[in-house]
């Protein structure tokens, strides 16, 4: 079984452009997550979806930075514009979650970008 | 607010030792769910366990044991007989049960196991 797919695995640009970050989760799965791991500051999430619907983006570090997930098997992480401080590794994960259950978060490889 | 210590920044040790990585744990919430993640070089993160508050059990699969203790809000990950390809990044996360289930995961412990 394909695992949670993300594109692309690096990503080198300048400051100022648009990054788009995207991700395919695991078939079946509908809580979707974008993380962020820096040296600095670990790993930390930036926001999940349920069911294609955004419940929580305090993780997301500012204005420049949107998620979107338009269907069941499809989100974007954009960066508009980027700074150098952008530069990190950049996760999707993936799991099944219902009201009575909880089940493990799958990842992604990640995106490691990096901000000239 | 949930947070989760991992106070061992680097441990190294030598091929076929057992190694303890430390997990303590903070949370309001009586229930909740604790993970241990392995991040190997190549950078992904591989699920390693999940455990929930209920069950204090402690758990065994292969060279790897887990002791989870509610009293002293610890989750604390043991491999037996270490191997080098056990050398990675191992991060302990937390989770609330129910309402959202985002991670909040410690600094993680870079093991390092040499021949």
């Known amino acids: 079984d394909a695992g949670v797919i993300q594109s692309p695995r690096h990503e080198v640009t300048e400051m100022g452009q648009e990054v788009t970050l995207r991700c395919k989760p695991i078939s079946g799965h509908n809580s979707l997550f974008w993380y962020r791991q820096t040296m600095m500051r670990g790993l930390e999430l930036l926001i999940y979806?349920?069911?294609?619907?955004?419940?929580?983006d305090s993780g997301m570090p500012e204005d420049r930075f949107s998620a979107k997930m338009p269907n069941a098997s499809f989100s974007t992480l954009k960066i508009q514009p980027s700074e150098p401080r952008d530069s990190a590794v950049y996760f999707c994960?993936?799991?099944?979650?219902?009201?009575?259950?909880?089940?493990?978060?799958?990842f992604g490889p990640g995106t490691r970008l990096t901000v000239l | 607010a949930q947070k989760v210590t991992q106070a061992q920044t680097e441990i190294s040790v030598v091929e076929k030792e057992d190694v303890t990585l430390d997990c303590v744990y903070e949370?309001?919430?009586?229930?909740?769910?604790l993970f241990w993640y392995k991040q190997p070089p190549s950078g992904e993160l591989v699920f390693l366990i999940r455990?929930?508050?209920?069950?204090?059990q402690n758990e065994i699969s292969g060279r790897y044991s887990w002791n989870f203790q509610k009293s002293t809000s610890s989750f604390n990950f043991t491999i037996t007989a270490s191997q080098v390809v056990d050398s990675a990044v191992y991060f302990c996360a937390l989770s609330r049960m129910g309402g959202g289930n985002k991670l909040t995961f410690g600094t993680g412990t870079q093991l390092k196991v040499e021949l």
């Open positions: 979806f349920n069911n294609n619907v955004p419940i929580d």
């Open positions: 455990r929930n508050s209920f069950d204090e």
């Open positions: 949370t309001r919430d009586t229930t909740y769910y």
């Open positions: 994960a993936s799991s099944i979650r219902t009201e009575s259950s909880y089940n493990e978060q799958f």
